[in-house]
């Protein structure tokens, strides 16, 4: 305390005071000086907090462009598992031997698993066989051979796809182009409608979206989020209600509001069940009342992971309805893309679009030059 008491007697001094000190002095000074030490610790801490507060303000907002990735680089990647399971592998058969007996069995083996068809796979192996059987051939001549083979025998059905369905032409104005959207549970319909609805947006048409699924509300909100980011009308019906009315009323609402394209989202179903395949029939059939061309374009959405099941849907969806196209999608996660080649000769009706994956970018029109180059890794025009 005495050295305490020195030193408040040295401060006065300092301050040229000359006073007598005592212990309450001693305390006062302290409760000062105290007081005034949290003051500026009180200060720093504020500072500090500003400091940091202004750092996150000063932080540049980065800015990241939008990457668009071309749909051949996203048709390549979604084809990957088809490619290294199958194509990769028939491709390099000949890569290291001569077409002998074993070679061409194990060719054969190879093409069942690609799920072409039987009838496509023997035509090809006879193919082979007359044109390479006991020759030398290298990869690139052999998968030039193979893109030819699969080429001619889908080129001449894919030339009937009707443009209109992808290339909407402002100029040309023309009564509402009605497509309407079938296949099994979950194959992929609601989503492509939705893809396909901002595709059309985008191009500036203006479309009219019908929630012809009114077994689960759940389907229609789905539909919903992506009408309107996509900025189309959306037709619905409480749960429950008959699937055709909603169809008719969706198209008379896209009639009177000049739409250019009514789109027809339908409930899946099993094409093994006749009576939901009649009421799709329905549904397809009382549309002519308000316009008998009407629908345009009836395609069946197809899950390219379904493998050989997906001939006998679409054989089944062809009788009921007379489809005029196929979509196939979730060609990203399948080995299974071969299909599209046996469904597409077997029913003669082209593949209109092809989905790889879930983004909008990930659905586009079906090139067949893009498609069997995707398959094949190669890059090989229709031409040579
Ligand atoms: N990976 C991948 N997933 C997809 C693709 N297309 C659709 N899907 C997904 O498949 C699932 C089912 O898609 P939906 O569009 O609801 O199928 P749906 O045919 O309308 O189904 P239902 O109405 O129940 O018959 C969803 O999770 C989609 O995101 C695709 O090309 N690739
Ligand atoms: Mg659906």
Not at 85 to 99: A, E, M, N, P
Not at 134 to 151: A, G, M, R, S, V
Not at 190 to 217: E, H, M, N, P, S
Not at 255 to 273: F, P, Q, S, V, W
């Amino acid at each position: 305390m005495n050295s305490l008491i020195q030193l408040v007697q040295f401060l006065y001094s300092a301050l040229g005071l000359n006073l007598s000190v005592n212990e309450g002095d001693v305390y006062g000074l302290g409760s000062i000086l105290a007081l005034i030490a949290v003051s500026l610790l009180q200060l720093k801490a504020s500072t500090d907090q500003k400091i940091v507060e202004d750092k996150t303000e000063s932080v540049p907002v980065e800015v990241t462009a939008e990457v668009t990735i071309p749909f051949s680089e996203r048709l390549k990647k979604g084809l990957s598992r088809s490619r290294s399971g199958v194509w990769t592998r028939i491709g390099s058969i000949l890569s290291s031997q001569k077409l002998d007996e074993n070679t061409l069995e194990e060719l054969e083996e190879l093409l069942y698993g690609a799920d072409i068809g039987p009838a496509t796979a023997n035509q090809l192996i006879l193919k082979v066989e007359n044109e390479f059987k006991n020759k030398d051939i290298d990869e690139k001549e052999f998968k030039e051979f193979l893109y030819h083979f699969l080429n001619s025998k889908m080129a001449g059905i894919q030339s009937n796809v009707d443009t209109d369905l992808y290339q909407f032409d402002p100029a040309g104005k023309r009564k509402t182009k009605v497509i309407m959207v079938v296949g099994v549970n979950g194959a992929g319909k609601t989503t492509t409608i939705g893809k396909l609805a901002t595709k059309l947006t985008q191009q500036g048409a203006k479309v009219v979206v019908g929630a012809c699924d009114t077994f689960r509300a759940a389907a229609v909100d789905q539909l919903q989020v992506w009408c309107d980011r996509a900025g189309a009308k959306m037709v619905r019906a409480a749960e429950g209600s008959n699937p055709s009315g909603v169809g008719f009323e969706s198209l008379q609402m896209a009639m009177n509001e000049k739409a250019d394209y009514c789109i027809l989202d339908t409930a899946g179903r099993l094409h093994t069940k006749g009576n939901l395949m009649d009421e799709l029939k329905k549904s397809k059939n009382v549309l002519k009342k308000l316009d008998d061309t009407a629908p345009h374009q009836t395609l069946l959405v197809i899950d390219a992971i379904t493998g050989q099941n997906a001939m006998r849907q679409a054989e089944e969806f062809h009788k009921t309805l007379s489809l005029n196209g196929l979509i196939l999608t979730k060609c990203d996660g399948s080995s299974k893309a071969g299909s599209a080649v046996a469904i597409v000769q077997r029913l003669n009706i082209p593949i209109v679009y092809i989905g790889v994956g879930e983004d909008v970018e990930d659905l586009d029109v079906f090139h067949l030059d893009q498609y069997l180059n995707a398959l094949l890794d190669s890059d090989i025009s229709p031409l040579n």
